[in-house]
């Protein structure tokens, strides 16, 4: 059995605020009879579980594929874990030290792609960002709910930001030696996109994979049709879906405060800090989903655009031709916005469909 890796806190919020996307995928997926079904692989992952769903072809195991998968996951666990000691990233982090770090290729692969999104954002996708989220009780070393002072938080910052971190060929160093990267936000994308090149290595081109809510799917259904997911409704007091979306061979991630935040003296505290500033986010921008081929870039730009605000995020989403759907609460109601890659690529379904 794998063990949790990524903080607690990212644990739930994935649970709770992806859970349904999956499952009525599945749903949806099994509502047309087909003579050849398809195969569902799922086992724990990253703290939370992992779900495969293929279309089978001559020649593949079910059991051996499995048995690849888990393989390929744990391998990224050791890599990139904040629970295990002993992983790659853990050693970094324990590294007090300004030279040099010897690092795997995915390890170095995953941190250029965050330092990318980092610098595409302002700063505002910030992997070295753990001391504050720790400071504000939403961390693996949750503290009891109680608001930072100006001087901590101040303390806090001085040390993080991606200008401390510098990677090589086959290294990464920190100006900084209490630098701290967690790599949680972008990581379980990672993982989607491995576990896809894996499936496709198989001869495998029609599937769906998710780890904690983090998907990707290819080609379509047993039965033909399209693969469709489910956009969950921001709101807080039940499960309700927003959108049904087809969208192709692409991943697709979401991000939102609606489930992980905690109030203190009538104020509202999201988990999402603006590494910038220090403090959570305080916009009306409520959700984000993000397509892209990767998982892995889905899953950072989900979290970035999420506390950039609905203007900067769809003027950034604009001009990098990203497929977004954002989300506001606006006067007590909802209000969807989208960009034009998002129109372009999406088939939208009735949500009455589903059933």
């Not at 607690?8 to 599945?26: D, E, K, P, R």
């Not at 020649?59 to 998968?69: F, H, M, N």
């Amino acid at each position: 059995m794998l063990v949790q890796l990524f903080c607690g806190t990212s644990h739930m919020q994935n649970l709770l605020h992806f859970f349904c996307l999956f499952f009525i995928a599945v749903l949806l997926s099994s509502c047309t009879p087909s003579s050849l079904p398809e195969v569902h692989l799922s086992g724990p992952t990253m703290g939370t579980v992992y779900n495969v769903k293929y279309v089978p072809v001559e020649g593949v195991d079910s059991s051996e594929l499995q048995t690849k998968i888990d393989a390929c996951l744990l391998e990224v666990n050791q890599l990139m874990s904040t629970y295990m000691t002993d992983s790659e990233l853990s050693r970094f982090n324990q590294w007090h030290s300004t030279a040099p770090f010897p690092l795997s290729a995915q390890t170095l692969k995953v941190m250029q792609e965050a330092k990318r999104l980092g610098e595409m954002s302002e700063g505002l996708l910030d992997v070295t960002v753990g001391p504050l989220v720790n400071l504000w009780g939403f961390g693996p070393q949750a503290r009891p709910e109680k608001i930072p002072s100006a001087q901590a938080i101040l303390q806090a910052k001085a040390h993080i930001g991606l200008n401390k971190l510098t990677l090589g060929t086959t290294w990464a160093s920190k100006s900084d030696v209490d630098l701290y990267v967690d790599l949680s936000t972008i990581a379980k994308g990672y993982g989607v996109d491995k576990v896809a090149a894996l499936l496709e290595e198989q001869n495998l081109h029609n599937y769906l994979v998710e780890i904690g809510g983090e998907m990707r799917l290819a080609g379509k259904k047993a039965s033909g049709q399209e693969w469709r997911v489910a956009v969950e409704k921001p709101v807080t007091s039940e499960r309700a879906v927003e959108r049904i979306i087809s969208v192709g061979n692409n991943a697709i991630a979401t991000s939102g405060d609606y489930r992980n935040y905690y109030e203190e003296d009538g104020k509202r505290y999201s988990h999402l800090i603006n590494p910038n500033t220090g403090y959570p986010i305080e916009h009306n921008l409520v959700s984000v989903t993000v397509l892209h081929p990767s998982s892995m870039t889905a899953d950072g730009l989900a979290t970035a655009l999420s506390i950039m605000g609905k203007d900067k995020a769809l003027a950034l989403a604009e001009a990098e031709q990203l497929a977004v759907l954002l989300i506001t609460k606006e006067d007590n109601d909802f209000k969807e916005y989208t960009s034009a890659k998002f129109d372009e690529i999406v088939t939208l379904h009735s949500v009455a469909g589903q059933e």
